[in-house]
């Protein structure tokens, strides 16, 4: 759900933002922000709690939380609950939350 900061339902930065507020780290509120706000990692040197951003700098249009072995905890779209899924594209940028 668009805007959705949870607890009960959630769009793919709320979700972000409400998890790594759980571990005491404080994020902004949207994709793009939250893009801005990470330090951008290599593909290949993603880790388990990296965060997962598709589209391009400037435009932002997702964003999931890395789980491991090739798989995003994913917020999609209205109707569908979170879930654990494959990266769905080659194309994408990592970032890591210090």
Not at 33 to 41: E, G, K, P
Not at 46 to 75: C, E, M, R
Request: with cysteine; charged share 10%; aromatic share 14%.
């Amino acid at each position: 759900m668009y805007g959705a900061e949870g607890p009960y339902a959630f769009d793919c930065s709320g979700l972000v933002q409400y998890v790594f507020k759980q571990l005491g780290r404080s994020l902004p509120r949207t994709a793009q922000q939250q893009f801005a706000a990470s330090l951008r990692v290599p593909q290949a040197g993603k880790q388990p709690g990296d965060l997962i951003f598709f589209g391009t700098p400037g435009n932002i249009t997702h964003v999931a939380i890395y789980a491991g072995n090739g798989y995003v905890w994913s917020a999609p779209e209205t109707g569908r609950t979170v879930s654990l899924v494959p990266i769905w594209s080659s194309t994408y940028y990592v970032g890591r939350v210090l």
